[in-house]
């Protein structure tokens, strides 16, 4: 007689706006585990396509929790976090479809190992299955988040990739510890959705926790949120223009040390001028110009946040960023000049930050002698 395993202590918390024909794809492969969760939440973030009745009427397994508007991915994670009484709790996309291993990997990765606070999978694209999307992030100087791998054959380097310590995981497959969001907070609500794993990870290793990646926990991730995917619409929409230009403003302004700002400042200026005409060419200045100055409208909560996090980390800037490669945007500086371009930029912050970090960590030596 077959024995079945027990459920293991972790909630799976799926986030749906209007993603109903994504659905029976991500359920069916979370009930089909063959280490299964104690619990799976779906946090409806007020669908209008029917999404609700479906999951009740095709997968009444699965707990409901409608939030009565759209919270957005963080909001929408955070319901279902303060919802569920597993010490680990996995945030999936719902545009995802999972092997039948992808929760025992991330599980095992980090059960015996109270230092860890997250372990993300490794996630391809179901039309380039043999390529990988993410294995593992890095937190980029700039303010965004450097994929690693990306779009690297999958074949040839499967036998390189084992679990391993990463910067930043990634938010569409994320296994996270309890005891470390209690200390240092949920999600941040007013990012909504985009530098949320930036953000998230680096308030997370500020206090010494680790993040790792487990690469036998495949994810394939489909064409992403309408309206804010690239993949979904072709081109760069207008609303992700406005959330990342907030957002990563929002983390830099909030979570950076004064001294790596001012040293910064510099290269963030022609980094910002370089941005601000690529949101020319694509259409969406109007939103760029939207989201700088939403943080000069939040200037007092901004410098709240900033005072109560810079007083709790332990760890200075300079051990959390790095200068790996940003991923090209699809549809954006990905040939011909604009190949050469980025080319030439990584190399200068590259070697920009190799300066930078030395004159922090002589800073940072000097004050503790």
Partial sequence: ???????????????????RHFMDACL??????SHPPEAVIVVDNASTDGSVSWI?????WVTIIESGENAGYCGGNNIGIRASESPFVVLLNNDTRVQNDWLKYLYEA???DESVAACSSLVVLPGEPDLIHYAGSSAHFMG????????????????????SE????VGSSVLLRRAALEEVGLLEERIFIYEDELDMSLRLRSRRWRILVEPRSMVWHYAGTPDLAVRSSGKYPRRRAYLVSRNRWMVLLRLYETKTLIFLSPVLFMFECAWCVAMAFSGTLREYVKGMTW???????????????????????????????LSP??????????????????????LYWAVTKRLLTLIHTGRRT
Avoid at 28 to 33: G, P, R, V
Avoid at 166 to 169: K, L, S
Avoid at 299 to 306: F, I, K, T, Y
């Fill in 1 to 19: 007689m077959k024995t079945h395993p027990s459920p293991l202590p972790v909630t799976v918390i799926v986030v749906n706006y209007n993603g």
């Fill in 144 to 163: 965004h988040i450097a994929n690693l791998h990306y779009l690297r054959p999958l074949g040839e380097r499967k036998e390189k990739l084992e679990v």
């Fill in 166 to 169: 990463t910067g930043v995981y």
């Fill in 28 to 33: 069916t492969s979370l009930k089909a585990q």
């Fill in 56 to 60: 009740r009427e095709y997968h009444p």
């Fill in 295 to 325: 943080n000069w409208r939040e200037r007092s909560w901004v410098a709240d946040e900033r005072r109560r996090f810079q007083q709790s980390r332990s760890i200075p800037d300079f051990k959390l960023l790095t200068a790996d490669p």
């Fill in 110 to 112: 980090v059960a015996d």
């Fill in 329 to 350: 945007v699809p549809g954006m500086t990905t040939s011909g000049a604009g190949h050469a371009i980025r080319v030439a930029g990584e190399f200068y912050m590259k």
